[in-house]
């Protein structure tokens, strides 16, 4: 039998936890930590807790560091890893539904605040600042480093999505903080909204090369990039219209 504490303080009673992993099979990954540091990827790491579906990633992809799966140290239930050898995957997106996105200012275990960058949008339901104004800066560059000093919101893009050459092996997502993305998320917005239904991209991870002003030096980082192709079912595309990457 069950505690009844919730009916003598009803209002106290926990919420259901709204969640998208009862129909999610893995996730994209961008990157990996190396004691307690995070790294960045070139290539695809997919973690899942099927062993059928890691074992499809890796005949799909291939596998960088071991032709098996691998088991790794995690509090969710994607307790299996592939790095594959994939730059980038065809993927199918139902639509601009498929991308979701907020800004969030991170505690320790939990989101402090969420926005969508002039409103903020509640960290629950009962939120009483849900539609008071975003406390962000209104400068793109000013947000940006008000999220690196860890006083204003960073971005969070969730894409879900199937994977064009095996769409019978279920829903994965791919989530990211990227700034970056979040300037080309636009056109990919854009161009979902025009198709208006089911449409095929490329999910990848483009190396991006700068100089450092000060010094000269040569550095580069690894950017997500959601390129839409095409309508289901138009014309295959021909392999010079691409993306170069």
Excluded: H
């Amino acid at each position: 039998m069950g505690l009844r504490i919730w009916e003598t303080d009803p209002e106290s009673e926990p919420k259901p936890r709204q969640s998208f992993a009862k129909d999610l099979v893995g996730r994209f990954r961008s990157g990996y930590q190396v004691n307690d540091r995070p790294m960045s990827l070139e290539k695809w790491r997919v973690t899942t807790g099927d062993p059928a579906v890691a074992a499809a990633i890796v005949d799909l992809f291939g596998s960088e560091r071991d032709s098996k799966p691998q088991a790794w140290e995690t509090k969710g239930e994607d307790n299996l890893e592939v790095f594959t050898s994939a730059p980038r995957v065809k993927i199918i997106l139902d639509g601009p539904k498929a991308i979701r996105q907020e800004m969030v200012l991170w505690g320790r275990n939990t989101a402090i605040r969420r926005c969508d960058g002039v409103e903020q949008i509640g960290v629950d339901a009962d939120d009483k600042a849900k539609g008071s104004p975003c406390e962000c800066p209104a400068g793109y560059q000013d947000r940006k480093d008000a999220a690196k000093s860890g006083r204003g919101c960073a971005p969070s893009i969730t894409t879900y999505f199937a994977l064009a050459d095996a769409p019978d092996l279920g829903r994965f997502k791919f989530n990211s903080g990227s700034w970056s993305l979040v300037r080309d998320i636009v056109t990919t917005e854009k161009a979902l909204t025009e198709i208006d239904g089911p449409a095929l991209a490329w999910l990848g991870l483009e190396v991006v090369e700068y100089e450092v002003k000060a010094t000269g030096a040569k550095r580069s980082f690894t950017k997500p990039v959601i390129d839409v192709i095409d309508v289901i079912g138009a014309a295959p595309v021909a392999e010079d219209d691409e993306p170069p990457y």
